[in-house]
């Protein structure tokens, strides 16, 4: 219950397109669901997050869809761009006002070509 | 700002050695957790600190431990390292340490152990 489901491993696009990277997840305590992007050789930074009473977060080119219904919510990069190549993961902290716990899904690997 | 910064940021052990990696958080944060990152397990949380107080600890064994001091700064030790310990350890730290603060990674410290 504690996990979160991220598909698929990799993508591959063609620079303008539109990648979309979808998780999914079983625990409705989740409260805040963040997406961290990674570089090679460096740690996770925050690029967008959303908590679930709202649908759609836009910021940028990247857009977090949620459906707090079906309990999925993915990322959409709009116009992608070879310098998003990178690794993404989604996360939803386990909840309450007493920690910041993240569970990190497995991770999508993005490349960008040009 | 600083960023949130790690020390050692390469290490080699021998299996059976210990060691202990240091994070100092960004200015002004009290919350610090630690995670491991493997290719094969991806990110996994290891141990959360607020105020010198461990909140929160992940599903690894006693060999791994941590502490944080009074100015924030924290430590995470591994004791009889195994091969399996081989991976990069991230230090994130927030403001307040509750659900939806922005957490900022460290780039990590990638311990080998051979």
């Known amino acids: 219950q504690q996990q979160v489901k991220q598909s698929p491993q990799s993508l591959i696009v063609q620079k303008g397109g539109i990648p979309i990277i979808n998780c999914a997840y079983e625990?409705?305590?989740?409260?805040?669901f963040p997406w961290y992007q990674q570089f090679p050789g460096k740690g996770p930074a925050l690029l967008i997050a959303?908590?679930?009473?709202?649908s759609e977060k836009k910021e940028g080119r990247f857009t977090i869809s949620f459906n707090k219904s079906a309990k999925q919510f993915s990322l959409h990069i709009m116009d992608s761009q070879p310098g998003d190549s990178a690794t993404y993961f989604c996360?939803?902290?386990?909840?309450?006002?007493?920690?910041?716990?993240?569970?990190f899904g497995t991770g999508t690997r993005l490349q960008v070509f040009p | 700002k600083a960023g949130v910064t790690q020390t050692p940021r390469y290490l080699i052990k021998t299996r059976g050695q210990q060691v202990t990696l240091s994070c100092s958080p960004i200015?002004?944060?009290?919350?610090v957790s630690w995670y491991q990152q493997t290719p094969g397990q991806g990110l996994q949380f290891l141990f959360e600190?607020?105020?010198?107080?461990?909140?929160n600890k992940g599903n690894f064994p006693g060999r791994f431990s941590g502490r944080q001091f009074s100015n924030s700064r924290s430590e995470m030790n591994v004791s009889t390292l195994e091969l399996g310990d081989s991976a990069l350890y991230l230090c994130?730290?927030?403001?307040?340490?509750?659900?939806?603060?922005?957490?900022?990674f460290g780039e990590g410290s990638w311990l080998t152990v051979v």
């Open positions: 959303i908590r679930p009473d709202v």
């Open positions: 600190y607020f105020s010198e107080t461990q909140r």
């Open positions: 625990n409705t305590a989740f409260d805040y």
């Open positions: 994130a730290s927030s403001l307040v340490g509750d659900s939806g603060n922005t957490i900022y």
């Open positions: 996360a939803a902290t386990s909840g309450g006002y007493n920690t910041d716990k993240l569970i």
């Open positions: 200015s002004g944060h009290r919350s």
